[in-house]
């Protein structure tokens, strides 16, 4: 799989967030995005994915004009489940929208995370690293052939980084499309196979 992106603008409100942006990614490979907070790492995740629409360019998925609408797991900034149910039921109410994947699938991803999907706690007693771990669970556990994980590592503790670490090399040897964003940039360049520098929403 192949995501071209070619000479992508989005203007929101009068203000440039992505500025003639044109950038290539295929599969079996990680992209990470490097930039400071606001510089169009995460908008240009949101344009990816479809969550926005380019003013001007065009997102090419496979050399058809798309964006990867059903075909992209994603963790965009905080991840936000329901208060009032275990992160088990929370992912069950998730799978239930494309209902393309089972309870196997789902408990599968949750333990990938070193969670326990038989964890009778509800999501608000969870801590800010087991949150950021469903969230990631959440992204995976359909198994898409694009992830996009907007600062994965945030709230996790030696363990955790690790073991998302170790989930990033499985999804690259699965032939997956990985982009990331991380501030800590020596975790970026241990992980990635390109890096992408974005400043005031252009590459540099």
């Given at each position: ?138 992204a ?54 390109e ?10």
């Amino acid at each position: 799989m192949r995501i071209e992106i070619k000479e992508y603008t989005k203007i929101i409100r009068g203000a440039t967030v992505l500025d003639n942006v044109s950038c290539s990614f295929e599969s079996g490979k990680i992209y990470g995005l490097s930039g400071v907070n606001g510089s169009g790492k995460t908008m240009l995740m949101r344009a990816i994915c479809g969550l926005i629409r380019p003013t001007h360019g065009t997102i090419m998925i496979d050399g058809k004009e798309e964006t990867a609408i059903g075909k992209v797991g994603v963790l965009i900034e905080t991840p936000s489940f329901l208060d009032g149910m275990t992160g088990y039921e929370n992912l069950l109410m998730l799978a239930r929208i494309q209902n393309c994947i089972g309870e196997d699938e789902i408990k599968n991803a949750i333990c990938r995370l070193g969670l326990d999907p038989e964890d009778r706690r509800k999501y608000r007693k969870y801590s800010l690293g087991m949150k950021q771990r469903l969230g990631i669970a959440a992204a995976i556990m359909e198994d898409h052939p694009i992830l996009l994980l907007d600062e994965p590592f945030n709230a996790l503790d030696r363990e955790g980084v690790k073991l998302v670490k170790d989930l990033m090399a499985q999804l690259r040897a699965k032939d997956k499309i990985v982009v990331l964003s991380c501030h800590e940039r020596n975790l970026l360049e241990n992980l990635s196979d390109e890096i992408y520098e974005i400043e005031n929403g252009r590459l540099v």
